[in-house]
């Protein structure tokens, strides 16, 4: 079946430092989400990407999905400690449902 | 205000009793889907509908079962048979398919003692 693996499984940084996730498909995406869940929290959608190659940004954040539609990454600029929490992304394949990765946990230190 | 509710947000239990989680929703979704979360872990699938009335299992549908009488409720039963039930679960619901943008409820942190 589908698999998305996302690494690395935990981060530490200072504030102020860049950080980033990256996510691979065993198989080519139709789109991938992308979610974040705060300690304590339920997973909250941020982000999709649907073409190949595709960057989009929000803030701080930028996403871009891979030309083969088979990976992806989330970048945070300048972490701050509002940015702490786990980082999921979710891929889809044609036909079939959402298959989320294990997570990233971010942890920013003050 | 719309979004999805989850309740308790804590249940105790004790080994060998069943017990039954809620989740209702008022996005008027077609979808629902219930995530299981162990520390640490990610996101887990037990069950998923689509529509009133259906439902599939997703990867670890052992030891639960779920109900899908009306659109806007899925609750999931954990049975006595489920080896190790302890875990925060999550309610989610999407707008027509399992692709679609999924939205999430606050949660239940299950222990069984």
């Known amino acids: 079946g589908q698999q998305v693996m996302q690494i690395p499984q935990y981060q530490h940084v200072q504030e102020g430092e860049d950080f980033t996730t990256y996510c691979n498909s065993s198989t080519t995406l139709s789109n991938i989400q992308w979610y974040k869940q705060r300690p304590g929290g339920h997973p909250v959608f941020l982000i999709q990407?649907?073409?190949?190659?595709e960057v989009k940004k929000q803030k701080r954040l930028t996403f871009q999905f891979g030309e083969a539609k088979k990976n992806s990454s989330l970048h945070i600029t300048a972490t701050q400690t509002t940015d702490v929490g786990t980082y999921f992304c979710?891929?889809?394949?044609?036909?079939?449902?959402?298959?989320f990765g294990e997570g990233t946990q971010l942890t920013v230190n003050p | 205000d719309g979004g999805i509710t989850q309740s308790p947000k804590y249940l105790f239990r004790k080994e060998g009793q069943n017990v039954t989680l809620s989740c209702e929703q008022n996005?008027?979704?077609?979808?629902m889907y219930w995530y299981r979360q162990d520390p640490g872990q990610g996101l887990r699938l037990i069950y998923y509908s689509q529509i009133v009335n259906d439902f599939q299992k997703g990867d670890i549908a052992e030891g639960y079962s779920v109900s899908r009488e009306k659109k806007e409720s899925f609750p999931l039963t954990v049975t006595s048979a489920q080896k190790n039930p302890t875990a925060f679960y999550l309610c989610?619901?999407?707008?027509?398919?399992?692709?679609?943008?999924?939205?999430f409820g606050p949660g239940t942190r299950l222990t069984v003692l």
């Open positions: 996005l008027n979704h077609d979808a």
């Open positions: 989610a619901s999407s707008d027509t398919g399992p692709g679609d943008t999924q939205y």
């Open positions: 990407l649907v073409k190949s190659g």
């Open positions: 979710a891929g889809k394949t044609s036909g079939s449902r959402l298959t």
